[in-house]
């Protein structure tokens, strides 16, 4: 379920904002802009039908103007809504906002990832029906992965390692010939692939980006993230024709 009316109102001017403000050709989002596409492989019709924007300074607001409860301080004083400067990264379907999630800049501190209180944890999806499935940490991963080998298979972005599938995205994996696991590329996400998800799972195989932890760095690498696909289907063609049982691959 979208988070309610009022909340929706308040995401729907934020994220309005922000992607005008990210597109602005001498604005403070022009850096911005650049490091998505220069750095994260992001093309300009990929940034903007996920709706990216620039937030440029942090800002607070009661939570009653979202629908929100009070939350209270320890000295009894109700805390307001905080939405702090950084990327915005909006999960929207048709006229719904899920969720707002705030990337923050590096010099930033603590949580680089922040979730504006309100939001729904859902895994973000693209391709849902596709019958092979990538699962990644990073939505913006998600997003290139989707804008270059989107004909390929269809990618489940989890925000982090230890995330699980809610419902939806659980359907959407379930129904997959094969599931190509690529979290990060580092200790946290090899545990999760193995002790987690190849026993929920059967379909699902390990198959680690290369050159780099995680998508953006392979591609930044020179690497062809859709001929990476290629492979990783081809590795394992005998899940998707059937040609043997799940225990003898």
């Keep these: 379920?979208?988070?309610g009316d009022l909340w929706q109102a308040r995401a729907r001017?934020?994220?309005?904002r922000g992607e005008q403000r990210l597109f602005q050709p001498h604005g403070q989002g022009k850096n911005l802009l650049e490091w998505l596409q220069k750095k994260?492989?992001?093309?300009a019709d990929t940034i903007k039908a996920n709706r990216l924007g620039f937030h440029p300074d942090q800002t607070w607001d009661r939570p009653g103007h979202?629908?929100?409860e009070p939350d209270m301080k320890d000295n009894g004083t109700p805390k307001m809504l905080w939405i702090p400067r950084g990327l915005i990264i909006p999960y929207c379907q048709g006229e719904n906002i899920f969720r707002l999630r705030i990337r923050r800049p590096r010099a930033a501190g603590d949580p680089r990832y922040y979730l504006v209180r309100g939001s729904d944890t859902r895994a973000m999806v693209w391709g849902p029906h596709q019958p092979v499935k990538v699962v990644v940490e990073s939505e913006l991963d998600g997003m290139l992965l989707h804008q270059e080998a989107g004909d390929l298979a269809g990618v489940v972005a989890l925000g982090n390692a230890q995330a699980r599938p809610e419902q939806a995205a659980a359907a959407a994996l379930r129904q997959s010939r094969l599931i190509l696991i690529a979290l990060d590329g580092d200790a946290a996400g090899a545990r999760e692939a193995w002790r987690w998800w190849t026993k929920n799972f059967p379909q699902?195989?390990?198959w680690p980006p290369i050159d780099g932890k995680d998508p953006a760095e392979m591609w930044?690498?020179?690497n062809e993230l859709d001929t990476w696909i290629k492979v990783g289907i081809q590795d394992h063609r005998a899940v998707i024709?059937?040609?043997k049982s799940l225990g003898e691959i």
Excluded: D, H, I, Y
């Design 204 to 206: 699902a195989r390990r």
């Design 220 to 222: 930044q690498a020179g």
């Design 40 to 43: 994260r492989g992001l093309s």
């Design 241 to 243: 024709l059937g040609e």
């Design 66 to 68: 979202w629908g929100l």
């Design 13 to 16: 001017s934020l994220v309005a």
């Design 1 to 3: 379920m979208a988070p």
